[in-house]
Each structure stands twice: as C-alpha cells, then as structure tokens.
T-cell receptor
Framework: AQTVTQSQPEMSVQEAETVTLSCTYD???????LFWYKQPPSRQMILVIRQEAYKQQNATENRFSVNFQKAAKSFSLKISDSQLGDTAMYFCAFMKDFMDSNYQLIWGAGTKLIIKP | EPEVTQTPSHQVTQMGQEVILRCVPISNHLYFYWYRQILGQKVEFLVSFYNNEISEKSEIFDDQFSVERPDGSNFTLKIRSTKLEDSAMYFC?????????????FGSGTRLTVV
C-alpha cells in the first residue's frame, strides 16, 4: 500500500523568505503522480503543483517549485519570496497512474505553514 | 474557470438524522469522488464513482453512506443516521475522462457538524 509522510507538522518563516516543505512517499509503482495542495483557512483545497513520475524535470509554477527525487521517493515543495497569502495547510498527495486505482489520492498529514509579516 | 459547487457550505444536524450533501461537478467530468477531513486530521478517501456506479469505496463508507447521481448533474452523498464522529469537512471532487494526472478539481467543501 502507498503511504505519504510529511514530517513537519508546522513551519513558520518571515515574509519574502524561501521555505521548503518536505514529503516522502512509499510505493512499488513505477509511474504515478504527485501533488501539492494548499488549504487556506477557508478550507478550500487548491492544487498548487503536480509532478509526473516519469518526467525527470522538476515542476515549477511561478514561486512554487518541487524537488522530485524518484529514487529517494522524495517530493519537496519550495516556496520562494513567501507572501502572507501563502499561510495555509499544505498537503502532499500521491496518485497511482492506472484505471484500477480509480485515481484515488493518498494524502500526507499536512504541514501548517505560517508566513509572518 | 469551471468549478465544482458544493451545498450547503455548513450544516448542523442532530445525531441520528439523515443528511444529504450536494455537489455539482464540472459538466464534462466523468470521475467523481467524496473525501472527508476530520478537523486536524488527514484527508480520507470515502468513495469514487464512475459510469454511474461506485468504482471503489473505503472501509469508512459503510452502510450508513450512499451516493447517487440523480439527474446527471448533481452528485450527492447521503448519511442515513449521523453519528457524532461524522462531524467533518466533506469534499466533493471531479476529474475529466483523460488527464486525471492533472489532479481533480475540488469543491469548497461542506462542514458537517453533528450535535
């Protein structure tokens, strides 16, 4: 069974700093997808960034980038130039890439990120 | 941008009562999901729905739960006899027929409080 581990329950940084959130996962699959979701106080679940396991290149979305290390089964999220609006829970999630999986998301426990002014 | 719409945003119900949580997925999506998140805990998979039937359900999704797509647009989660431990945020999500690796689109959730 797949598992996703986020070892940092809470982090806080000053506005404009860079912060890295860690995520490790366990799977025997060779192809899969990884996601970071953001959940602000409104509790909406918002997709931040995604990575396909068969792609070597790390995904980037504006100030958000990932460090995907497939052999190490690590998928960290880097937020550059952090903003107050980045304050939220961040969840790492895993999805197997085939129909029989029903494309179910397996979630980490989340990291609470606080950006201080 | 297309959205998944959930109603109500917050529902308070007495223990033992039935509740129906409603979702309107994105119109061309074919995969539908319910997840729940108990306050301060992990997000948990409840059920997936494809081709007008349940494709997978978790052990949480017992006989008290049911889902249906009554009219081809709405997707509902019914809890027949609510318990205190059903208090949680319930998220509906939908995904397109191809490209689920792009991630689903989540609704804004229904906060269910059982008293």
């Amino acid at each position: 069974a797949q598992t996703v581990t986020q070892s940092q329950p809470e982090m806080s940084v000053q506005e404009a700093e860079t912060v890295t959130l860690s995520c490790t996962y366990d799977t025997s699959e060779s192809n899969y997808y990884l996601f970071w979701y953001k959940q602000p106080p409104s509790r909406q679940m918002i997709l931040v960034i995604r990575q396909e396991a068969y792609k070597q290149q790390n995904a980037t979305e504006n100030r958000f980038s990932v460090n995907f290390q497939k052999a190490a089964k690590s998928f960290s999220l880097k937020i550059s130039d952090s903003q107050l609006g980045d304050t939220a829970m961040y969840f790492c999630a895993f999805m197997k890439d085939f129909m029989d999986s029903n494309y179910q998301l397996i979630w980490g426990a989340g990291t609470k990120l606080i950006i201080k002014p | 941008e297309p959205e998944v719409t959930q109603t109500p945003s917050h529902q308070v119900t007495q223990m033992g009562q039935e509740v129906i949580l409603r979702c309107v997925p994105i119109s061309n999506h074919l995969y539908f999901y319910w997840y729940r998140q108990i306050l301060g805990q992990k997000v948990e998979f409840l059920v997936s729905f494809y081709n007008n039937e349940i494709s997978e359900k978790s052990e949480i999704f017992d006989d008290q739960f049911s889902v249906e797509r009554p009219d081809g647009s709405n997707f509902t989660l019914k809890i027949r006899s609510t318990k205190l431990e059903d208090s949680a945020m319930y998220f509906c999500a939908s995904g397109p027929p191809a490209g689920l690796g792009y991630g689903y689109t989540f609704g804004s959730g229904t906060r269910l409080t059982v008293v």
